[in-house]
């Protein structure tokens, strides 16, 4: 069965900080990988997609994310980190045979100002 | 072109009681899915629907759950006697189709059980 797995259940951070927030996942065949936000009280919003190509994503906001095939990685990074960044970050994969996603338990992220 | 709309955003809903969740895809959206987010944990797959069609069934519930999307109206997600454990955010998310597209989320609905 295809899991999503974020690392860091809650991360707190200094504005200005550098960011990077672990997903791995173990589905092997063909992924599509995403990021999304969600501000406190607020919808899902995507930050960023991969389908193909560059493996190196930039998404909304600053925000970056690195698809590394070999490590089933899709870590998400953002130099400095801002107070207006703190919410919960959900990595989600997207499993193109079976239509449907599998999202990892989320991190939540406190930036102190 | 509106989001996905999911109302009620509050449901408050004593234990035994019916619960129904109603979501309007974006226009052009003929793909639905359903997520449920308990307290302190992440998104879980529910169900995926097309128009009149369950797709994808096997994030629900075997008892007391129900989804539909009929070919007019909003997609339906009907929990009937709940209990305190079904106290959840549950989102839903709308597509165009199912290949290399993201999902649209509402804002989703807060169902409290007392």
């Known amino acids: 069965a295809q899991s999503v797995s974020q690392h860091n259940h809650h991360v707190i951070l200094s504005e200005a900080a550098s960011l ?5 996942y173990s589905y092997g065949g063909t992924v599509n990988l995403f990021w999304y936000v969600q501000y406190p009280g607020q919808h899902l919003q995507l930050l960023l997609k991969y389908f193909s190509g560059d493996p190196l994503v930039k998404g909304i906001k600053g925000f970056e994310a690195e698809f590394i095939k070999s490590k089933f990685s899709f870590n998400l990074r953002k130099p400095s980190v801002q107070w207006s960044d703190t919410a919960e970050y959900f990595c989600a994969v997207y499993n193109t045979n079976a239509g449907k996603s599998t999202f990892g338990d989320g991190t939540t992220l406190t930036v102190k100002p | 072109n509106a989001g996905v709309m999911q109302n009620p955003r509050h449901l408050v809903r004593r234990r035994g009681q019916e619960a129904r969740l109603r979501c309007s895809p974006m226009k052009g959206h003929s793909h639905v899915y359903w997520y449920r987010q308990l307290p302190e944990e992440g998104l879980k797959f529910m169900v995926y629907l097309q128009k009149e069609n ?16 009929p070919k007019e109206g909003p997609s339906i997600l009907r929990i009937q006697q709940v209990v305190r454990g079904d106290s959840a955010a549950y989102f839903c998310a709308s597509s165009p189709d199912r290949v290399n597209t993201e999902a649209f989320f509402g804002q989703g609905t807060r169902l409290t059980v007392v």
């Not at chain 2, 369950?54 to 999307?69: L, Q, T, V, W």
């Open chain 1, 20 to 24: 990077e927030l672990g997903c791995n």
């Open chain 2, 54 to 69: 369950i797709i994808d069934e096997s994030g629900m519930p075997k008892e007391r759950f129900s989804a539909e999307f």
